[in-house]
């Protein structure tokens, strides 16, 4: 009888958990936390807007388009036009590959006198697998740049150094996201979707990511929630009614 009803409650969490994600539309429940990259570019958009805006001197069109950052809870999104997972075809026979979303918790991120340019963490992303790893950085690590001249597009993508905090995390990869889907115009977006429970509760941080090229740059600012493990409390509570269960159970037999 107890296994039965553990198996509820187990089932019961599990629903409970999953129904989070079941919404109408692809932003439900997700605040955008896009933040000006600091340079205005050529585009429909100029400034703040990063729809439609690529960085000065760059290739325009939505297949460089880095549109935006959303946050949900723990859980991120980021959106564009640019094919985060293959890649995109530049000028000749260049292939412009995607960078690691590199996290500043303390305000000093993109400072290029500092060996890690003053991120503290990097996810180092291998979007063929669709995992990353975590890596908390310091100032011995190796990051390289865009091998383009517009460097403040930097750092591009991570390569050795720093401490090793999670591995083979899996993320999300989405494709063929409609304008209604994301309010972006431009016909054709991607989105990649990952998560940054490991940070402190509540410490505030800042999102960045380029390409290869770096024609575009993309910046989110947030914070991290508290963690309120709702799944934790419905199964604590089903343990308590398990237990009252025993003692009813208990006090019948002596009875």
């Given at each position: 009888?107890?296994?039965?009803?553990?198996?509820?409650?187990?089932?019961?969490?599990?629903?409970?958990?999953?129904?989070?994600?079941s919404?109408?539309s692809?932003?439900?429940?997700?605040?955008?936390?896009t933040?000006?990259?600091?340079v205005?570019?050529?585009?429909?958009?100029?400034?703040?807007?990063?729809?439609?805006?690529?960085?000065?001197?760059?290739?325009?069109?939505?297949?460089?388009d880095?549109?935006?950052?959303?946050?949900?809870?723990?859980?991120?999104?980021?959106v564009?036009?640019y094919?985060?997972?293959?890649?995109?075809?530049?000028?000749?026979?260049?292939?412009?590959?995607?960078?690691d979303?590199?996290?500043?918790?303390?305000?000093?991120?993109?400072?290029?006198?500092q060996?890690?340019?003053?991120?503290?963490?990097?996810?180092?992303?291998?979007?063929?697998?669709?995992?990353?790893?975590?890596?908390?950085?310091?100032?011995?690590?190796?990051?390289?740049?865009?091998y383009?001249?517009?460097?403040?597009s930097?750092?591009?993508?991570?390569?050795?150094?720093?401490?090793?905090?999670?591995?083979?995390?899996?993320?999300?990869?989405?494709?063929g996201?409609?304008?209604?889907?994301?309010?972006?115009?431009?016909?054709?977006?991607?989105?990649?979707?990952?998560?940054?429970?490991?940070?402190?509760?509540?410490?505030?941080?800042?999102?960045?990511?380029?390409?290869?090229?770096?024609?575009?740059?993309?910046?989110?600012?947030?914070?991290?929630?508290?963690?309120?493990?709702?799944?934790?409390?419905?199964?604590?509570?089903?343990?308590?009614g398990?237990?009252?269960?025993?003692?009813?159970?208990?006090?019948r037999?002596?009875?």
């Amino acid at each position: 009888m107890r296994k039965s009803i553990l198996a509820i409650i187990i089932a019961m969490a599990t629903a409970f958990s999953l129904s989070g994600n079941s919404t109408a539309s692809y932003l439900d429940g997700y605040n955008e936390i896009t933040v000006y990259d600091g340079v205005s570019g050529p585009g429909d958009w100029q400034g703040v807007d990063e729809d439609h805006e690529v960085e000065p001197g760059a290739a325009t069109g939505q297949m460089w388009d880095l549109e935006g950052f959303f946050q949900k809870g723990a859980d991120m999104l980021m959106v564009g036009g640019y094919d985060f997972k293959y890649g995109q075809e530049g000028s000749g026979d260049s292939h412009i590959e995607s960078g690691d979303i590199f996290i500043d918790t303390n305000g000093d991120g993109g400072d290029s006198s500092q060996g890690d340019y003053g991120y503290e963490y990097v996810l180092a992303m291998d979007f063929l697998s669709e995992t990353y790893d975590v890596i908390q950085l310091d100032d011995n690590v190796d990051l390289t740049g865009v091998y383009t001249n517009f460097t403040f597009s930097n750092p591009w993508r991570y390569s050795s150094g720093g401490q090793q905090l999670l591995a083979d995390v899996s993320f999300l990869y989405d494709t063929g996201l409609s304008d209604a889907d994301v309010g972006f115009t431009g016909g054709l977006h991607n989105a990649v979707g990952f998560n940054l429970s490991f940070l402190d509760a509540n410490s505030p941080f800042t999102l960045h990511f380029t390409q290869e090229c770096g024609n575009d740059m993309l910046k989110g600012y947030g914070s991290a929630p508290i963690p309120e493990p709702a799944t934790k409390i419905l199964f604590g509570t089903g343990l308590l009614g398990l237990a009252g269960i025993g003692r009813k159970n208990l006090k019948r037999k002596s009875a």
